[in-house]
């Protein structure tokens, strides 16, 4: 499966944050299908709390329509956290969505909405600067 155009921008945004990358990707069966999530991360947080666990599905929107870049996105992000519940559920699954279109295209009543209802958690990366800037659970 082909990586996404800013892949290795938000790997480098995750690893500068101290998170390590596990699983590139992270592969999961659920319900006798096979899939592929872009990363897999874990990063001890304190000895108390344990390790916190992620999966980040990155997302480019560099298609020719955002609207049916995000239905994609959506789709996957719905499918894998119901694939991760059933084998991994002590992973957070999150979209990585770069900042310029989150800026814009992410501030739609629509998009809004949808991000709220199916419970969308985000992470919104600079692919020039590779640095994640926001986390939104």
Same mark, same amino acid.
């Given at each position: 499966?082909?990586?996404?155009?800013?892949h290795y921008a938000?790997?480098?945004?995750?690893?500068?944050e101290g998170w390590l990358i596990t699983n590139d990707p992270l592969r999961i069966q659920a319900g006798g299908a096979d899939m592929e999530i872009d990363l897999g991360a874990e990063k001890i947080?304190?000895?108390?709390?344990?390790?916190?666990k992620i999966a980040v599905e990155i997302k480019?929107?560099?298609?020719t329509s955002n609207i049916s870049d995000f239905h994609t996105a959506?789709?996957?992000? &719905?499918? @894998?956290?119901v694939a991760l519940e059933e084998g991994q559920s002590e992973r957070?699954?999150?979209?990585?969505?770069p900042i310029g279109v989150h800026r814009k295209f992410f501030k739609l009543p629509f998009v809004q909405t949808i991000?709220?209802?199916?419970?969308?958690?985000? &992470?919104? @990366?600079d692919p020039v600067g590779e640095v994640i800037l926001e986390w939104k659970n």
């Amino acid at each position: 499966m082909a990586k996404d155009v800013f892949h290795y921008a938000v790997r480098k945004g995750l690893e500068k944050e101290g998170w390590l990358i596990t699983n590139d990707p992270l592969r999961i069966q659920a319900g006798g299908a096979d899939m592929e999530i872009d990363l897999g991360a874990e990063k001890i947080i304190a000895a108390e709390r344990g390790e916190e666990k992620i999966a980040v599905e990155i997302k480019s929107f560099i298609g020719t329509s955002n609207i049916s870049d995000f239905h994609t996105a959506v789709g996957q992000f &719905i499918n @894998y956290r119901v694939a991760l519940e059933e084998g991994q559920s002590e992973r957070v699954l999150y979209l990585a969505v770069p900042i310029g279109v989150h800026r814009k295209f992410f501030k739609l009543p629509f998009v809004q909405t949808i991000i709220k209802r199916f419970q969308i958690t985000l &992470i919104v @990366y600079d692919p020039v600067g590779e640095v994640i800037l926001e986390w939104k659970n």
